[in-house]
């Protein structure tokens, strides 16, 4: 079992950043593929980024060149770092734990945080 804590969400203007963190539980944190999820209102939640236990990540168009997933293995945390935000990037954003891979999706992973709100002013 894996228990994962989001934070560093918030307010921010447009063309701002903000970088969240997901801190996991457990001993066997660095086998885990990561991944981060955001979830709008009145959307479905979808693919941000990942990361590999192995060090290989993956970044959605939408987000590409902006946003820069990483991870500490000694500290058990994935990080997620959103750079020239816009306020379409505005949703509950999710870290997920032990995601199969591609393709991304929601169903491909089994641990999954409480969410934390970031929301971007125009």
């Known amino acids: 079992q894996v228990q994962l804590v989001e934070s560093g969400g918030g307010l921010v203007q447009a063309g701002g950043s903000l970088r969240l963190s997901c801190a996991a539980s457990?001993?066997?944190?660095?086998?885990?593929?990561m991944g981060w999820f955001r979830q709008a209102p009145g959307k479905e939640r979808e693919f941000v980024a990942a990361m590999r236990s192995g060090g290989n990540t993956y970044v959605a168009d939408s987000v590409k060149g902006r946003f820069t997933i990483s991870r500490d293995n000694a500290k058990n945390t994935v990080f997620l770092q959103m750079n020239s935000l816009t306020p379409e990037d505005t949703a509950v954003y999710y870290c997920?734990?032990?995601?199969?891979?591609?393709?991304?999706?929601?169903?491909?992973?089994?641990?999954w945080g409480q969410g934390t709100q970031v929301t971007v002013s125009s």
């Open positions: 457990g001993r066997t944190f660095s086998t885990y593929n």
């Open positions: 997920a734990a032990a995601c199969s891979g591609t393709p991304w999706a929601p169903r491909a992973c089994d641990y």
